[in-house]
């Protein structure tokens, strides 16, 4: 059974830091993509980051480019996410995904974990 655990999420002021991390479990992930998507209140789920298996080529959202870092740990079926500079907007549910083609579609989902950046 195929697992997605998010953790690091919290409450940072705007300009701050913080990493997120995902593990996943029940296969073999290494040639998936794996990535990010976000929820705020009253919006629509939408794409952050994404890394591919095959090269770990990463890809941003217009909204997150040289703030956020994505990476991933393929010994560890783990994705990360480095989110610095943060602002209020970036404050949303964030969801760990897998999937293939640069996460355009998506196999397993993550429960979601809190962002909430104070201004």
């Known amino acids: 059974q195929v697992q997605l655990l998010e953790s690091g999420g919290g409450l940072v002021q705007a300009g701050g830091s913080l990493r997120l991390s995902c593990s996943a479990s029940?296969?073999?992930?290494?040639?998936?993509?794996m990535g990010w998507f976000r929820q705020a209140p009253g919006k629509e789920r939408e794409f952050v980051a994404a890394?591919?298996?095959?090269?770990?080529?990463?890809y941003y959202a217009d909204a997150v480019k040289g703030r956020f870092t994505i990476s991933r740990d393929n010994a560890k079926s783990t994705v990360y996410l480095q989110m610095n500079s943060l602002k209020s907007e970036d404050t949303a549910v964030y969801y760990c995904?897998?999937?293939?083609?640069?996460?355009?579609?998506?196999?397993?989902w993550g429960p979601g974990t809190q962002v909430t950046v104070s201004s």
């Open positions: 890394i591919q298996g095959s090269d770990s080529m990463p």
């Open positions: 029940g296969r073999t992930f290494s040639n998936y993509a």
């Open positions: 995904a897998v999937g293939s083609n640069s996460l355009r579609f998506t196999d397993y």
